[in-house]
């Protein structure tokens, strides 16, 4: 099980941290992706950390300003989001995939309910 949290409502240029808590699973198996999903659009890799945390992937539009963790004692992931604007708003998700980390959504197994990431400019 993934559970999303720490999305909300940010004015331009502010930050959020979203958590992904993981249960029932190998969480150092798994490398995690975070994906968003705005309204009226497709959902986006976001970003991806391998298993280890030593590897990190990012969308080129998100490249420094986000920043992808893991906590492999807490089987958990972060997402930190800095400099936040009104296109970044959307659901965000965490997802799960067995080995090396990927950033095409369909190869993720595990998906978190997402949570709400709102912009305001």
């Known amino acids: 099980q993934l559970v999303d949290s720490g999305g909300g409502l940010v004015q331009a240029g502010g930050s959020l941290r979203l958590s992904c808590a993981v249960s029932?699973?190998?969480?150092?198996?798994?490398?995690v992706g975070w994906f968003r999903q705005a309204p009226g659009k497709e959902r986006e890799f976001v970003a991806a950390i391998g298993r280890s945390g030593g590897d990190t992937y990012y969308q080129d539009s998100v490249k420094g300003r986000f920043t992808i963790s893991r906590d492999n004692d807490k089987d958990a992931a972060y997402l930190q989001m800095n400099s936040l604007n009104a296109e970044d708003t959307g659901s965000y998700y965490c997802?799960?995939?067995?080995?090396?980390?990927?950033?095409?959504?369909?190869?993720?197994?595990?998906w978190g309910q997402g949570t709400q990431v709102i912009v305001s400019s």
């Open positions: 029932g699973l190998t969480f150092t198996w798994y490398s």
């Open positions: 997802a799960l995939i067995l080995g090396t980390a990927a950033m095409v959504a369909e190869e993720y197994k595990y």
